[in-house]
């Protein structure tokens, strides 16, 4: 599984121009799933992430996690994450989860998320959106669980 995490003052995801979602400060994940990936691997990077200590205290020092600070979390459905770009121009996306495995992983991750936030919301699986953000810092993580 791989996530783009961008500590956001904003964001909001719209569907052929209707909101599908929208935050306010907090999170703004960006997530991708692989074919092995689990429910483990799930529920792993999303306890790391909402534990993360990546919002300033108050002397400015990034110390404090998401439910320090009453964050809110977007979830987008991202399978681009997995693109191979090492051959030609056109990338691949082979390593990406079929449509079926991710979209079950996408809907836990984000019953997972609900154990850290108050307010979650989502994107719409599998279609075409629009993301929009103010990034706060600017500050983006980019997580793999392979790494983790």
């Known amino acids: 599984m791989r996530v783009v995490l961008q500590r956001v003052k904003?964001?909001?995801?719209?569907?052929?121009g209707a909101t599908a979602g929208q935050i306010g400060a907090g999170y703004l994940l960006l997530l991708g799933a692989e074919e092995e990936d689990t429910v483990q691997t799930a529920d792993r990077m999303i306890d790391k992430i909402c534990r993360l200590r990546i919002f300033p205290d108050a002397n400015g020092?990034?110390?404090?996690?998401?439910?320090?600070?009453?964050?809110?979390?977007?979830?987008?459905?991202?399978?681009?994450?997995y693109a191979d770009c090492k051959k030609g121009n056109r990338p691949s996306f082979a390593k990406?989860?079929?449509?079926?495995?991710?979209?079950?992983?996408y809907e836990h991750a984000l019953d997972r998320c609900r154990l850290y936030a108050d307010k979650v919301e989502q994107g719409v699986f599998g279609a075409c959106m629009e993301v929009e953000l103010v990034n706060d810092g600017p500050f983006t993580l980019m997580l793999d669980s392979a790494q983790l």
């Open 61 to 81: 020092k990034t110390n404090l996690s998401l439910a320090d600070v009453g964050g809110e979390i977007l979830v987008v459905s991202q399978f681009t994450l």
């Open 10 to 16: 904003k964001a909001r995801v719209t569907v052929e």
């Open 96 to 105: 990406a989860g079929s449509p079926d495995m991710a979209r079950a992983l």
